[in-house]
Nanobody
Framework: QVQLVESGGGLVQAGGSLRLSCAAS????????MGWFRQTPGKEREFVAA????????LYTNSVKGRFTISRDNAKNTVYLQMNNLKPEDTAVYYC???????????????WGQGTQVTVSS
């Protein structure tokens, strides 16, 4: 069992930055691919970024490439999402997830956090 707790969300102006963190419980953190997803009301949850267990592999959805960076610290059981040059369309609840497969699809993720709100004002 893995428990995930996100933090770092908030309100920021367009062009600003935020860093999300996701702390995981358990001693097998480095074996999981970690992903970030986001969801806005009335829309399906969408993939944002993923990082392999070692940190060597990173995947991003096209809309955040060049602006967001995913990273992890296996010694701290934590994954991060650095978000720069934020846009109003980035406004969403952001979820951290853990799974066994290095994939984008949310069906590949077993454990989910409770989410953290990110609001970008124009």
């Amino acid at each position: 069992q893995v428990q995930l707790v996100e933090s770092g969300g908030g309100l920021v102006q367009a062009g600003g930055s935020l860093r999300l963190s996701c702390a995981a419980s358990g001693r097998t953190f480095s074996t999981y691919t970690m992903g970030w997803f986001r969801q806005t009301p009335g829309k399906e949850r969408e993939f944002v970024a993923a990082i392999s267990g070692s940190g060597a592999g990173k995947l991003y959805t096209n809309s955040v490439k060049g602006r967001f960076t995913i990273s992890r610290d296996n010694a701290k059981n934590t994954v991060y999402l650095q978000m720069n040059n934020l846009k109003p369309e980035d406004t969403a609840v952001y979820y951290c997830a853990a799974g066994p497969d290095y994939r984008m699809g949310q069906g590949h993720y077993t454990y989910w956090g409770q989410g953290t709100q990110v609001t970008v004002s124009s």
